[in-house]
């Protein structure tokens, strides 16, 4: 069993930056695909960036020059950096597992980009 803590959100205003954490229990980093997701309201979660074990990165085309998803070296806390916030980046934002593993959904951490 893996439980992920999100954190880091909160309130920015358009053009804003916010570093987002995704600490897991243990170490589940070098041997599977993690991912950021967002949420916003009514809208399905999607899928934004992931990292695989190499450390090689992916993101969705939405995002990509404005977000950038790393790992700290222990492989316990994966990031996501978030740069020049637009107001459609309102979401609350999840890490997991790609795919993701529906036990290991957290609560999620809410980013609000307002004006």
């Known amino acids: 069993q893996v439980q992920l803590v999100e954190s880091g959100g909160g309130l920015v205003q358009p053009g804003g930056s916010l570093r987002l954490s995704c600490a897991a229990s243990r170490n589940i980093f070098s041997m599977y695909v993690m991912g950021w997701y967002r949420q916003a309201t009514g809208k399905v979660r999607e899928l934004d960036a992931i990292i695989i074990s190499s450390g090689s990165t992916n993101y969705a085309d939405t995002v990509k020059g404005r977000l950038t998803i790393s790992r700290e070296n222990a492989k316990t806390t994966v990031y996501l950096q978030m740069n020049s916030l637009e107001p459609e980046d309102t979401a609350v934002y999840y890490c997991?597992?790609?795919?993701?593993?529906?036990?290991?959904w957290g609560q999620g951490t809410q980013v609000a980009v307002y004006s």
């Open positions: 997991n597992l790609r795919p993701p593993v529906g036990k290991y």
